[in-house]
């Protein structure tokens, strides 16, 4: 049996390592080839979109997949250095039969990832992955490396990425703003900077010269300081922070206040629920957001679907019930029916630029309905790892814990994966409280299996 490919994400690791070199690739661009070939048959031949980040080891692996494909009967085409949302957009609407991003999002240099798409532009279900991997394990021999042939390269899907994104904005001024925008030297550097220029806002470059080597390192949205300190300093309206592959966006007001995905969340929800675009009055987070997102919606009218971690759950949550807005913490926010269910974070600052312009407020204002709860994190040293919803005393307190907070906070335990610990998390809109419950919480959790806090 081969080991599992997949993850929640597609495929992740060190470039040049297991699944992450080009001639193990191409055994897996043959298999998503046969698996994702058009059922009907086509008066032409089959075609494959690629892009890669500002990885170094992008163009390596992506000849590696080429060569797989190929041994499929697809045409490739490569978009070259492309944003994973403008992959998934291209390939939807240009006619691709798959795409195929090669990037570890926000991950250093080092590491380098595939993220497959069908034709409409959307991630693969489990059972389909399952089936590419099936088909890897009885085909695991490698295409032959003399089959490479240069990859075909398409200027044109980088400006019609352009119209698209500008298209979802029309009539959108931007004149006078000063807007300084991180892209993590990945691989939103030419785009987001040139739509934001076409809409009239003078635009202040931070980490948009991938070198190969500079993706994520010190910049990004898993890194924005370098970006607060620039919009202070430039006295500018807005920052915007991308991730390597530009799906993520993180926002940073005109007083250098961070603003994640749940802040961005209670900006858009409250625009689409005064604009009555909010179907159902609902919207979906995952259970890594912030309760404090519940409570500034609350008083709206604003409900909050919670799934599990991932964006995949929050797109099928959005298929599902008919929402047209989700999103997580880390700042990927799916905008449903109006943008493909693709998470953009180029299109994420458009639609949060509109909403400023359309109320004629700073972000600040906007985003202050949203008030963080503080939370408390206690690890217990444990010997053993019992259930811990089976440890009576801890089960019977996290009962009454959770009725006195309502819907006003939380409480999460659970066991590390790689360490001896128990972790407990309380978060509530008081501190001094939530702590006190933590350190009970911990208490009793080492008095019922013997261990002690960490």
Known sequence: MVQRLFGTDGIRGRAGEGWLRPERLSVLARAVGQELAPQAARPSTPKALLAHDGRRSGPELARGLARGLRAA??????????TTPGLARMTRVGDFDLGIMISASHNPARDNGVKVFDRNGEKLSDATEDRIEARVASDPTPTPADQDA?????????????????SVVEGLDLDGLRIVIDCANGA????????????????????????????NRDCGSTHPDGLRERVRACEARLGIALDGDGDRCLLV????????GDGMLTLLALEAHARGALPGNTIV???????????????AGISVHTVGVGDRRVVEALKEHGYALGGEQSGHIVFGPDNAFIGDGTYTALRSLAAMRAADRPLSALTAPFQEFPQVLVNVIVAEKPKLSSLPSVAARV????????DDGRVLLRYSGTEPL???????PEVGVIRAWADE??????????????
């Open 150 to 166: 240069p990859i075909a390269h398409d200027d044109a899907l980088e400006a019609a990425y352009e119209a698209e994104l500008l």
């Open 253 to 260: 007001d005109e007083q250098g206040a961070l603003v994640h």
């Open 285 to 299: 987070a995952t259970v890594m957001s912030n309760r404090g997102l519940h409570r500034a919606l609350r008083p």
């Open 73 to 82: 009967g697809y045409e490739v085409t490569s978009a070259e250095l492309f």
């Open 422 to 428: 128990a972790r407990v998390m309380v978060e509530g």
């Open 399 to 406: 009962r009454e814990i959770e009725t006195q907070l309502g």
């Open 188 to 215: 939103g550097s030419h785009v987001a900077p040139r739509v934001l220029e076409r809409l009239g806002a003078e635009v202040i470059r931070h980490a948009c010269e991938p070198d190969g080597d500079n993706i």
């Open 441 to 454: 919480l911990a208490g009793l959790i080492a008095g019922e299996i013997g261990a002690e806090r960490a």
